[in-house]
């Protein structure tokens, strides 16, 4: 199973369309670690402090995990993901994933060892990476009772 770790730039204004039914969930991208992604290989969603609204505009936050349902070619089909620039489509499966309902702090976990706090995470994210077994366990402890909660709340 492959984990991968996904830097959620514009996660307000996506996650805003996908809340309110307008858009499954999708993600776009040219990145060969996203083509050989297979179905229940999992996306750890991470965005920054400011596309929260937090105090801490530079941090990383964990706002989800997703499951992979599929990886397909990019059928060109919305205008702000464009085939050309964004080869494939991973969608996910929303039965089996998780969005948070209270981001969880993570920027300890993700920053680089001596990694400038006042830089924003994106800065150090740039493309989706797949995760370390390490980095998975100190993910998970992180969200610990809140992704179990979501999760179970999802399943019922």
Not at 7 to 27: H, L, P, S, V
Not at 77 to 105: F, H, N, Q, T
Not at 120 to 132: A, D, E, N, T
Request: charged share 25%; net charge neutral.
């Amino acid at each position: 199973m492959t984990d991968l770790l996904i830097y959620w730039r514009d996660y307000a204004a996506n996650w805003a369309y996908q809340f309110a039914g307008e858009r499954a969930f999708y993600w776009h991208s040219s990145a060969k670690c996203i083509a050989g992604l297979q179905p229940s290989d999992r996306m750890w969603m991470v965005t920054s402090g400011r596309g929260l609204r937090e105090d801490a505009e530079q941090a990383a936050f964990l706002v989800g995990v997703w499951a992979v349902r599929e990886v397909v070619d990019n059928p060109g089909d919305d205008l702000a993901y464009p085939a050309d620039g964004y080869r494939k489509r991973v969608v996910a499966d929303p039965s089996a994933s998780v969005m948070l309902a209270d981001p969880i702090p993570v920027d300890h976990i993700l920053r680089p060892a001596g990694g400038d706090r006042a830089v924003s995470i994106g800065r150090f994210l740039q493309g989706p990476r797949v995760l370390s077994d390490e980095k998975k366990r100190l993910l998970r402890a992180a969200a610990g009772g809140e992704l179990a909660a979501e999760w179970l709340r999802s399943k019922v």
